[in-house]
C-alpha cells in the first residue's frame, strides 16, 4: 500500500498581508463610491442646516458689529462698529439680564438635576405600574411651555388665583407675581415642574444601563444603599448627567416663552432673561445692532458653559475609568 502523503497545511497570513488583503484595489473603490453616495444623500441636509442656522448666526454677528439703517425699502449695515457691545456692557439693564439669567438658570439646573435623578431611581426600581407613571410624568413635559406658562399665571393670579386663594385662607396676603422675589421663584418652580421629568427619563435611560452584577457584588460586601449611590451609580452616571446638564443649560439660558407669558419680565426687569431682553431691543426698540450684540454675548456665554462643563466631565470620566 502506498502510503498518500497530505500536503502540509498552508501558512497562514501575516499581519502585512491581511492589511495587504483588506486594502485591495476593489475594496478602495467601492469605500470612495460609498464616501461620494454619503456624501451626495448629505448635501441637502448641509445646505438646510447652512441656511437656518450657520448663516443667520454669520449674519447676526455682522450686524452686531454694524449701524443698522431701517428704511421703507430695507435695512443696511454701515460699519465695521463697537458701539453696539460698547452700549451693551454699559448698560445696567444688560448686566441685570445677566443676572437673571445666571442665576436662574443655575437654581433649576441644580434642582432639576437632583430630583430628575432621585424620580429616575425610584422608577428604576419600581417593577410593577411603571409605564403608567412614567407617561404621567411626562405630562408636564410634553405640554407647549406657552400653555404651561398660562396654567401658571392663572393659578398664580392675585385675584383670582388657587395659590393667592389659598395664602388668603390662612391668612397670608403674598402678591406672588406682583413682588420681584416670589416672582423669580414662581418662574422658577414652573421650569421645575415642567422639566424634571424629561431630566428624569435621561438619567433613567442611564441607570438601565448598569449591571445588576455590580450591585449584587456590593451587598455581599457589605455595602448599603447609599454606598452603592456613591461608589456604582453615581460614577457610571457622569456622562447621562452630563448629557442632561448641557441639554438643560442650553434651555435654561435661552429661556423666553415662560417668563414673557407669567410676568412679561417684570415686575420690573426682576424675570427678564437675555433672551427676553435681546427680543425687545430688536423688535420693540427696533435697535437692530445692539439686539443683534445681545444675541451675540448670549450665545458665546452658552458654549464657554458648555466647554468648561464638557471639560469638567471628561475629567471626571477619565477619573472613574482609572
Known amino acids: 500500500?502506498?502510503?498518500?502523503?497530505?500536503?502540509?497545511?498552508?501558512?497562514?497570513?501575516?499581519?502585512?498581508?491581511r492589511v495587504r488583503t483588506a486594502r485591495s484595489p476593489?475594496?478602495?473603490?467601492?469605500?470612495?463610491?460609498?464616501?461620494?453616495t454619503a456624501w451626495v444623500y448629505l448635501t441637502p441636509t448641509l445646505v438646510v442646516?447652512?441656511?437656518?442656522?450657520?448663516?443667520?448666526?454669520?449674519?447676526?454677528?455682522?450686524?452686531?458689529?454694524?449701524?443698522?439703517?431701517?428704511?421703507?425699502?430695507?435695512?443696511?449695515?454701515?460699519?465695521?462698529?463697537?458701539?453696539?457691545?460698547?452700549?451693551?456692557?454699559?448698560?445696567?439693564?444688560?448686566?441685570s439680564a445677566l443676572a437673571f439669567t445666571l442665576f436662574y438658570t443655575v437654581v433649576t439646573v441644580a434642582v432639576e438635576l437632583a430630583l430628575?435623578?432621585?424620580?429616575?431611581?425610584?422608577?428604576?426600581?419600581?417593577?410593577a405600574g411603571r409605564g403608567w407613571l412614567m407617561a404621567l410624568l411626562l405630562v408636564p413635559w410634553a405640554m407647549i411651555t406657552v400653555v404651561s406658562a398660562q396654567l401658571w399665571a392663572f393659578m398664580l393670579n392675585s385675584s383670582y388665583g388657587v395659590?393667592?386663594?389659598?395664602?388668603?385662607?390662612?391668612?397670608?396676603?403674598?402678591?406672588?407675581?406682583g413682588e420681584p422675589a416670589p416672582a423669580v421663584a414662581a418662574v422658577m418652580i414652573a421650569d421645575i415642574w415642567k422639566t424634571t421629568p424629561f431630566v428624569a427619563i435621561i438619567v433613567l435611560a442611564g441607570l438601565v444601563t448598569i449591571p445588576r452584577e455590580q450591585?449584587?457584588?456590593?451587598?455581599?460586601?457589605?455595602?448599603?444603599a447609599w454606598h452603592s449611590f456613591w461608589r456604582i451609580t453615581l460614577p457610571q452616571l457622569t456622562s447621562t448627567l452630563a448629557i442632561a446638564v448641557l441639554f438643560r443649560t442650553l434651555q435654561s439660558f435661552g429661556v423666553f416663552d415662560l417668563p414673557?407669558?407669567?410676568?412679561?419680565?417684570?415686575?420690573?426687569?426682576?424675570?427678564?432673561?437675555?433672551?427676553?431682553?435681546?427680543?425687545?431691543?430688536?423688535?420693540?426698540?427696533?435697535?437692530?445692532?445692539?439686539?443683534?450684540?445681545?444675541?451675540?454675548?448670549?450665545?458665546?456665554?452658552?458654549?464657554?458653559?458648555?466647554?468648561?462643563a464638557l471639560k469638567l466631565f471628561r475629567a471626571?470620566?477619565?477619573?472613574?475609568?482609572?
Open 260 to 308: 414673557f407669558v407669567m410676568t412679561g419680565g417684570g415686575p420690573g426687569t426682576a424675570t427678564e432673561p437675555l433672551a427676553l431682553l435681546g427680543w425687545r431691543v430688536m423688535f420693540q426698540s427696533l435697535n437692530l445692532g445692539a439686539g443683534a450684540a445681545v444675541a451675540v454675548t448670549t450665545g458665546g456665554i452658552v458654549l464657554v458653559i458648555c466647554l468648561l
Open 49 to 95: 442646516v447652512g441656511a437656518v442656522t450657520v448663516f443667520p448666526v454669520l449674519f447676526s454677528l455682522a450686524m452686531s458689529f454694524s449701524h443698522v439703517n431701517l428704511s421703507y425699502s430695507g435695512f443696511e449695515l454701515e460699519g465695521p462698529t463697537l458701539d453696539n457691545y460698547v452700549a451693551l456692557f454699559t448698560s445696567a439693564r444688560w448686566y
Open 215 to 224: 450591585y449584587e457584588a456590593a451587598s455581599i460586601d457589605g455595602a448599603g
Open 116 to 127: 430628575g435623578t432621585l424620580v429616575a431611581l425610584v422608577l428604576e426600581r419600581l417593577t
Open 316 to 322: 471626571q470620566v477619565g477619573e472613574v475609568r482609572r
Open 26 to 36: 476593489r475594496t478602495g473603490r467601492a469605500q470612495r463610491a460609498a464616501t461620494r
Open 1 to 17: 500500500m502506498t502510503a498518500h502523503t497530505q500536503d502540509p497545511a498552508p501558512a497562514r497570513a501575516t499581519g502585512t498581508e
Open 163 to 177: 395659590v393667592s386663594w389659598f395664602f388668603d385662607l390662612v391668612g397670608l396676603e403674598v402678591v406672588i407675581l
